[in-house]
């Protein structure tokens, strides 16, 4: 055979292959409103950047008449490509090859692109859009989630690891994204959960649709398992490859460095945005972008949680992990949820050596039955853990109230803060005045004619002695009082000087966080 | 938690502030520490049960399932420890005990009925 029937036999085995489950499942695919996994790729990669792997990859499956069936690439496509310029490893689930099911050869396709990514120290990111385990090979299927899961472990800390569902993704394999750093979800599109609404009907007698269950808007309002939602798989995509521009490509580098613009200071003015009165609300994002490079923020987990905020932004063209609290929602308290959020944010900047940048204007931690039967304990206390054990530059901004153990756990100086700077607006206190107020002059108030009265006169006694930035700036846990305006030039100056940042870390093999 | 609806003219009035507030959509009044917040509710906050103390003399089913047998009727004597129902669940024969001495005030399911979760199935006194 001369080379170019050689070539032309490469060709049309290609062209089979490429095909993955033929055109009548390619035509399912695009009913059920889905791209297939290849034009996925496509639509997130730099063009003609993405090269494919193991496409001739047959599976071993020989029980059950599966010997005879030919499953084009065993259902994944992985290969490696860029995304503006930066280089990605990449697997996507093949849903029109035997549902995506995950059989032997199918996670070892996935696992070689995975030990790539580890080896070559660059971003993961995995399409998940599959059935579930290929029952006919048994055990073989488990190993492969297994040999998934280490990985994902292992990599964790290493290098950036996504997940994109676009698809269902149930039973154990929902644990790779739950493993990994980012998890992207698309309306009516994806859909999570351990057992399924038939399981559950079934042995529960509840009933509840796909959607409800674990679609995509409960993953990012109510569970919190996802951290981006997108209405389709498209804008998905461009949200993706936003992030890929803020972190770096794996734990010994920086994330890039763009070039500094000023913020839009007319749109984001702090003067118009800012109520002095710590009891009236406002949108904290608003204030992060009067601060941040272009007035740019990228927010992570924006439905779930929301009274705190979570996102990066840049500072001097560097990327900024930023920890916000929320007045607008829930006066911007700490819960169970919001601190979750939080501690998993501070260890990801920890992690891939991003500073990080905390506002502060919080009244405390949310009462409640609930809350506490949630274990408000153990979930707040990661929010102390994780600002306490993270290593890079940490600057704190207190806006307005930090009242009692929120204070203290939004990166207070106590926490090792390298600085921390306070608005004239701050009131750093063990609670509000109301309540102070209440509690020291308890005897006074009742005791005098006129309770109400007297009442009024303590909070503001306790108001003007306690409720500003400088009783603890006179004990050195406020390193400046700033006006507002200043902000965006002392953290970029703080942020400068903290480059060569070292700290002595105890020795250990790893601490005990409190999951 | 005390919370109440603002009224936007209600607001304005109150507030001593350089600027115009600003009204945001579902604001509401939420209360800690005795200081009243202008502040808005996430919906997971809103949709939160609320804590219902448990009552010691209503038995209810564990999980949804099937009454088995029933052993016992209105006005009979129970020692703690005694078998008051078979409730099939997950396949599983679960025995429901009488958790204190005392006596049946009233039985709310029959044999062979299917209960939900939470479902009252025993009332002692």
């Known amino acids: ?515 | 938690m005390r919370k109440k609806k603002v009224e936007k003219k209600e607001v304005k009035s109150k507030t001593q502030h350089n600027q115009e507030p600003v009204l945001f959509e579902g604001e509401t009044i939420f209360v800690i520490d005795n200081t009243e917040y202008r502040t808005t509710l996430s919906p997971k906050y809103i949709n939160r049960k609320a804590y219902k103390p448990k009552d010691p003399k209503k038995l209810l089913a564990f999980m949804p399932g099937n009454i088995e047998e029933i052993f016992i009727k209105k006005n009979d004597l129970v020692k703690m420890g005694d078998k008051l129902l078979v409730l099939e669940a997950m396949k599983m024969k679960n025995e429901i005990l009488s958790p204190f001495d005392g006596k049946v005030k009233q039985v709310f399911v029959n044999k062979d009925e299917k209960v939900v979760k939470n479902q009252l199935l025993i009332e002692l006194h």
């Open chain 1, 1 to 515: 055979m001369s080379l170019k029937q050689k070539t032309n036999e490469l060709k049309k085995r290609m062209q089979e292959a490429l095909l993955g489950g033929g055109v009548k499942a390619i035509e399912k695919q695009v009913a059920m409103g889905k791209m297939t996994a290849r034009e996925r790729i496509i639509a997130l990669v730099d063009q003609d950047s993405f090269h494919e792997y193991d496409l001739f990859v047959e599976h071993t499956g020989k029980d059950f008449d599966m010997d005879k069936k030919h499953l084009p690439g065993d259902g994944v496509v992985t290969g490696t490509g860029s995304i503006s310029g930066h280089p990605v490893c990449i697997f996507a689930q093949d849903f029109t090859v035997a549902g995506g099911s995950l059989g032997l050869m199918h996670a070892r396709k996935i696992t070689k692109i995975m030990d790539h990514a580890m080896k070559l120290q660059i971003p993961l990111i995995g399409i998940n859009d599959s059935g579930g385990a290929r029952i006919q090979e048994g055990v073989n299927s488990l190993a492969g989630y297994g040999e998934i899961f280490f990985r994902n472990t292992q990599s964790s800390g290493v290098i950036p690891q996504i997940s994109v569902i676009l698809g269902p993704c149930a039973g154990g394999a929902v644990y790779s994204p739950a493993l990994t750093d980012f998890v992207f979800v698309v309306e009516n599109i994806s859909k999570m959960f351990i057992t399924g609404p038939e399981v559950i009907k079934s042995v529960l007698g509840e009933e509840i649709s796909m959607e409800e269950l674990g679609g995509a808007r409960v993953h990012s309002e109510i569970t919190g398992n996802a951290h981006f939602y997108a209405l389709s798989e498209l804008e998905c995509f461009e949200q993706i490859k936003k992030l890929v521009s803020y972190i770096p490509w794996n734990n010994s580098k920086k994330a890039e460095a763009f070039p500094t613009k000023p913020p839009k200071s007319k749109i984001y003015s702090i003067n118009k945005l800012f109520p002095t009165d710590p009891k009236q609300p406002y949108d904290v994002r608003n204030i992060i972008r009067s601060i941040s490079d272009d007035s740019d923020f990228f927010e992570i987990q924006e439905l779930f949680a929301p009274n705190i905020v979570i996102g990066f932004g840049r500072l001097n063209g560097e990327t900024i992990g930023f920890v916000a609290n929320q007045p607008l929602v829930l006066a911007g308290v700490l819960d169970v949820d919001s601190s979750d959020k939080a501690a998993r944010f501070i260890r990801y900047c920890d992690a891939f050596n991003i500073p990080l940048v905390t506002l502060v204007d919080l009244p405390g931690y949310l009462p409640g039955v609930d809350q506490e039967h949630a274990g408000v304990i153990r979930h707040g206390a990661k929010v102390l853990y994780a600002y306490s054990e993270a290593s890079v530059p940490k600057i704190t901004i207190i806006l307005r109230k930090a009242y009692g153990g929120g204070y203290i756990a939004m990166c207070s100086r106590h926490l090792r803060a390298d600085f921390v700077f306070a608005w004239p607006t701050a009131e750093i206190a063990v609670m509000g005045p109301e309540g102070a107020a209440n509690i020291i002059f308890r005897n006074e108030i009742k005791n005098a004619e006129n309770p109400e009265e007297m009442r009024k006169q303590k909070v503001a006694e306790y108001k003007e002695k306690f409720a500003n930035p400088y009783v603890a700036a006179a004990n050195g846990y406020v390193d400046a009082v700033i006006a507002p305006e200043e902000t965006r030039h002392f953290l970029i100056h703080a942020l400068e000087i903290s480059t060569h940042k070292s700290v002595m870390i105890p020795h250990k093999k790893h601490g005990i966080p409190p999951f």
